[in-house]
């Protein structure tokens, strides 16, 4: 319900009541696998006829932090709110909203106004399923994950570990450097636990290098 009333947020018209008008208000962007950060810019002029000053910007997620070029915009003049989106482990689309606190001088209350990046973050390399998964008391057979390479250049596994004992793994290379098959065997299923494999290959984008597969052993739900 939330996000459908955001989103009939920024559907209204792109002038906020203290006086900025903002050409966009939803930005998308894709980023690069190498990059870090990306910047997003807003460009917005004062259509009011007095000054706005700006109070503050409200961020969605600890990933943005965001600025404008100055404090205070006088009638009929542009400006520039930057939002820096820390990419971190993020991958796929995200979509992520700020809000712009103003308050156009002798207004008594401030003016908000909703703005959205969407940011698409291209995998290098792919693990499925997300979680791999046993029952107690299941048997203790084999399962495996896939891992496909979708980066323009191969990457291929060079160690793997567990941060669990009593589990034996096996990595088969289905196509060099493309795709790969990596084999989990719990010694037993006789109580719950959770854990995960470290992959690490010769990815020649760093913070790529590692890849973490999770798995778990867990009780039946009761129906």
């Known amino acids: 319900m939330r996000l459908l009333l955001f ?19 939803k930005v998308e962007l894709s980023s690069k696998p190498s990059d870090e950060k990306v910047r997003f ?36 003049e542009k400006g520039t709110l930057e939002a820096i989106f820390t990419i971190g482990s993020f991958t796929g689309i995200q979509r992520k909203t700020l809000t712009l606190v103003s308050r156009a001088k002798g207004d008594a209350e401030n003016e908000r106004t909703g ?5 698409n973050i291209p995998d290098v390399m792919t693990i499925t399923p997300e979680l791999l998964q046993w029952s107690v008391g299941e048997e203790a057979k084999e399962k495996f994950y896939v891992m496909k390479v979708t980066h323009s250049n191969p990457v291929h596994i060079k160690e793997v570990s567990c941060s669990r004992e009593g589990f034996e793994f096996r990595v088969v290379e289905k196509e060099k450097g ?26 020649t984008i760093q913070k790529h290098r590692r890849k973490l597969a999770f798995f778990s052993i867990a009780r039946k739900r009761r129906s």
């Open 7 to 25: 989103v009939f947020f920024l559907a209204l018209p792109m002038v906020a009541s203290g006086g900025l008008t903002f050409s966009e208000r």
């Open 178 to 203: 493309r795709l790969y098959e990596v084999y989990l065997k719990p010694a037993d299923t006789g109580k719950p636990m959770l854990g995960l494999l470290k992959i690490d290959t010769d990815c």
């Open 115 to 119: 703005l959205m990046a969407v940011l």
């Open 41 to 76: 810019l807003f460009s917005f002029t004062n259509v009011g006829k007095q000054s706005v000053d700006i109070e503050d910007v409200n961020l969605s997620c600890a990933c943005l932090s965001a600025k404008t070029d100055k404090l205070t915009y006088a009638p009929g």
